[in-house]
């Protein structure tokens, strides 16, 4: 076998090196409709002042606040794009739809709700009345109320997008709003892709051995607009044969950057290296310590063209392409460094892990609940499912590095994200009160996978019953006062009680009207507890062994 000179790179080291390299290309002028997902290049000004006019934010009466109460004559209305067609007169009011310009005299507004709220059950009975009537009653109505002042929302010269921002689908709805059809911005990167090896066909090929996996993938992840993806504009360039020849003709392509899967370990027909070597191109890296993607090859062309020679092994191609090569395309389009590589999550290990002798691994994991993280299945770097559901990599040391060979459920991982991550279940929605945000800190117990907690108000049943199947342990917080309120819903969607735990918990409060409870659904265990956090931990602690051992047996 050939021994490869290249020194093992860590990732980081990697990293650093390609953004060195990526400079933000130049900048360039596009329509405004299609400027979404660029870096913008100038502070968006406001010319005039937003709204333009002093408006209503109601549909309603505009008054003169001083009159207020009384009954006043409705002189006209005033739509919305129209003009009021003179000022306002004493003992008049007149009706004004939301976002009409108000006329001169008037200072408030009184919407319509309340106007019928005001009148007598003889003249104006609805909003819907009040809306149409020729005299309505109003309320007092305070200076200013209801009004949208000219400039109010902008004025003219503020900076409503500075530069360096990346414009979002909102950001064109501003653009529109202060009539600029064409914005300045930085230009997306070029990217040409290939995918090399004589044994590759067509992605789609219905008769063949290996289908070209790697030019779909990184097509959609490297020109994707998603905030995970490249944003670059992609040119594919084919499969190219496993010669120096045929090799030799894709990197002279003309691009920004060019990316090649396949065909840069050590093998008898694998030629980038010696063929970069041999064309004076500067190479960067040629192998990482990590795992998958030992082999990924990283140099700047005679061209001045990036290049990033990519393992053919298609998690490897995806997962050094979520790290590296996404991250370059960002620089390269104005985005700020720290905003270039994935954003990372601490969370905890949901199950043991075996760790990789010599490489630190990129697993591929899914994240529940935005803390635990699951392997989305075997590992190996040829099996591209072991990517479909992940939302991010978890990197774990390699054995020496962690001075063991196993990591344990509960030990915190890095996770880097690669996705937007799918919602907490339910209960992840209600306001976290003292005794939930003090558990989930202080407790080991919600340290560990599948427990979940919940409150104990008019949903608990409900939420009980979305729990996923998979939660051993649900803690609800609260209810088991004087009128026993949790009872009452644990009851309706619990099979079976566990008094000996109930007792247990009530023993060590030694409190009448604190009677925590314990049942459960199916094999999820369901404990009430107090709210007080001092009282809920004593609760906790009193059962804490048997709660260990049936999570546990749970797990297993
Ligand atoms: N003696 C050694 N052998 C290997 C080493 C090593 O250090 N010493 N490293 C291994 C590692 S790690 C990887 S990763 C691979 C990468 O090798 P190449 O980049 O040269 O890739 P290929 O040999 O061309 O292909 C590897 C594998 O992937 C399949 N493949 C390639 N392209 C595609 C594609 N576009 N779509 C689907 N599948 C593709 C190809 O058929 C091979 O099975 O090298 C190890 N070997
Ligand atoms: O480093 Mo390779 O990419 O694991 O299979």
Sequence with gaps: MEETTYPMRGV??????????????????????DACGYVVCEDVVAPAPYPFFDTTISDGYAVRSAETPCTLRVGYAVLAGNKPPRPLDPGECCYVATGAPLPEGADAVCDVESAAEAATSSSVESAAEAATSSSVRVPVVPKGKDVRRRGSDHEAGEVLIPRGAVLRPWDLGILATVGRDRVRVRRRP??????????????????????????????????GAGDHEGGAIVVDGGIVADSPEALGAALDADCDVLVTT????????????P??????????????HMKPGKPTTFATLENGSLYFGLPGNPVSAVVTSLLLVVPALKKLRGFPRDRCVPPHLECD??????LDEIRPEYRRVRVDDFR?????????SSRLVSMHGADALAWLPDR???????????ARVSALLVSPLPPARPSFFFPERETTTHLRSDDDLFKLPRTDLLPADDHLADNIRLSDDNVSLIVVCGGIGLVQSAARQIDLVCD??????????????????????AALRGTTLVIAVPENPTLSKRCLDAIRPALHAFLISRTC
Excluded: W
């Design 349 to 354: 290990l949901g199950e043991d892990v075996t």
């Design 496 to 517: 079976r009680p566990a008094p000996a735990l109930a007792r247990a918990m009530a023993t060590a409060l030694a409190d009448p009207l604190q009677q925590p409870l």
């Design 262 to 273: 396949g065909g840069v370990s050590v093998g008898r027909a694998d030629f980038a290296k």
């Design 275 to 288: 063929l970069l070597e041999a064309r004076g191109a500067k190479i960067h890296f040629g192998r990482l």
């Design 400 to 410: 020496r590095a962690a001075a063991t060979s196993t990591l344990r459920a509960g």
């Design 12 to 33: 980081n080291e990697a990293l650093g090196a390609v953004l060195a390299c990526c400079a933000p290309l130049e900048e360039i002028e596009v329509p405004a409709k």
């Design 190 to 223: 070029r990217v040409k892709l290939f995918s090399t090896g004589d044994e590759l066909r067509g992605p789609y090929d219905p008769a063949c051995k290996v289908r070209d996996a790697n030019r779909p993938a990184l097509e959609a992840l490297l020109g």
């Design 372 to 380: 635990v993280v699951r392997s989305t299945g075997f590992q190996r």
